[in-house]
């Protein structure tokens, strides 16, 4: 199982939030690529990138900081964040990004992650993040009626790299993953499922490792507070 230790983007800087509200922030690091840098000499494998004002405004915002990350740093990252359409899509991946996150539009415009999924194999990742098993769009600000099994079973057969699972009620409150709802979304779809949200503890992780069918884990808080350490939780899960 995969640890992609987070970087939440917030106005140029590495922020959390609790519950994905805006007016909840904690600033981390005022340089995000130092942060990575710092992520990477420790050994992850990977990183996981969030524009949040990108989310909110349907655009890139905090292009800057990640096009800096992508220049400094050699391991492989993904971002999600306002990308919805195929112009931005491209860009990104242009721009030596190795995995696109697309959340919004995978509600709002199905064909368009089809499309990304064709054109950029292996590429395209799909965000679902809920609250009480129904996807939430447009920076968790908007809920449908969706539940996030029948969006993840859609894409099915369309060449998805994965699906990132995030329990909003769970998110930034070091509370735990929504281990249970993880694991049967992973159990219902052949795409691999990354966790994310409340990844809070060493107990947390292996107890999504023991699932095993969640292929990865996202944690952004508990390595900033220290309450996960990035070094022997990477050993662990490698073992």
Sequence with gaps: MILYPAIDLKDGQAVRLVHGDMDQT??????????????????CEWLHLVDLNGAFAGEPVNAAPVEQILEQCSVPAQLGGGIRDM????AWISKGLARVILGTV?????DLVREASRAFPGKIAVGLDARNGRVATRGWAEETD?????LAKSFEDDGVAAIIYTDINRDG????PNIDA????ARSVSI???ASGGVSSM???????ATGVISGAISGRALYDGAIDLGAALSALAD
């Design 87 to 90: 112009a931005t899509i491209e």
């Design 203 to 209: 107990d947390d992780l292996t107890a999504l490792k």
């Design 106 to 110: 995978a509600v709002e415009n199905p």
């Design 182 to 185: 993880t694991e049967a979304l």
């Design 146 to 150: 969706i539940m996030v099994t029948d």
């Design 192 to 194: 691999p499922v990354i």
């Design 26 to 43: 904690t600033v981390f690091n005022d340089n995000p690529a130092a942060q990575a840098l710092a992520f990477q000499d420790a050994g």
């Design 173 to 176: 409150a070091m509370g735990g």
